[in-house]
């Protein structure tokens, strides 16, 4: 049984479930400490770090993020255009449009964009301690 190629394949996935996991309460923990949670970089209205996804990235998938209550969004920004019409002008903060769409990935997915979402909240984190110490 040792030699069999899927029972293999099942310990390797139980390890990398068990890693998202494990990666999943560390990003929980850092990001419940990060507060306030800082605003993403020339949003408006959403406060998100941005998880570098390195080689391991899907060219289809957006702007990856780890919000403040530690999970992994797609965050895409644009401009409402049923807002505009609605209000008959163009006002850029109701024409702003800021969504965040909740992330379902396989976990070695998860585990790069989990990882580097939490090297960022940590980087965060220590500039926070710092700032407080000086």
């Known amino acids: 049984m040792a030699n069999d190629p ?3 394949k099942a310990q390797a996935d139980v ?8 990666l ?7 990001c419940a400490q990060l507060d306030p949670f800082p605003s993403f970089p020339n949003a408006m209205f959403t406060n998100a770090i941005e998880c570098e996804e390195g080689v391991a990235g899907d060219p289809d998938r957006g ?8 999970e992994l969004y797609e965050l895409e920004m644009g ?3 049923d807002a505009i019409e609605l209000t008959g002008s163009w006002d850029p903060v109701t024409a702003r449009k800021e969504t ?4 379902d990935l396989h976990p070695r997915d998860y585990i790069v964009y989990a990882y580097n979402g939490l090297v960022a909240v940590t ?3 220590l500039e926070r301690q710092e700032e407080a110490e000086t």
């Open 6 to 8: 899927l029972l293999r």
């Open 15 to 22: 390890v990398l479930e068990r890693t998202a996991a494990q």
């Open 24 to 30: 999943r309460e560390l990003l929980k923990e850092a």
């Open 63 to 70: 702007c990856v993020v780890v919000a403040e209550d530690g």
């Open 79 to 81: 401009i409402d255009h």
């Open 100 to 103: 965040k769409k909740k992330l």
């Open 123 to 125: 980087e965060h984190l």
